[in-house]
């Protein structure tokens, strides 16, 4: 089974990371640690963790959305522009959304990468 496309669904404390094709969906979660220390900005370290954590789970696959709140994904995009430019060159959009169920994204992920495959010329795979 070749899942090269996933939809991730973030705040910042916990992801979605769905990879699918036209028949099958495969879920992965991942969550943030906390780092209760007196140490200043300790949250940075913290929120820095979990994004490399989410990072490493999207090693592999081909085409990335990025779904969720708009700070989430603001936050996600600069930690993946400075520090994981070879995730970024497969993050191929970012949306806001609410809090969608897991069949909500699939779906909003198929409409997007059917859109995108078309624009760029790319057939879908079957």
Do not use: N
């Not at 989430?72 to 609410?98: F, S």
Request: one cysteine or more.
């Amino acid at each position: 089974m070749s899942l090269f496309h996933a939809v991730v669904w973030t705040d910042h404390q916990s992801a979605q990371v769905l990879q699918f094709d036209s028949e099958h969906v495969k879920v992965h979660k991942v969550k943030a640690h906390s780092h209760p220390t007196a140490q200043h900005r300790s949250g940075v370290r913290t929120e820095h963790e979990f994004f490399g954590a989410l990072c490493d789970s999207l090693e592999g696959i081909t085409e990335v959305l990025v779904t969720g709140s708009h700070t989430a994904i603001a936050d996600l995009r600069h930690y993946i522009d400075k520090h994981r430019p070879h995730t970024a060159a497969h993050v191929v959009g970012y949306q806001v959304v609410d809090h969608p169920t897991e069949k909500q994204l699939v779906a909003l992920a198929r409409k997007f990468f059917l859109e995108s495959d078309r624009m760029s010329g790319v057939p879908t795979p079957t």
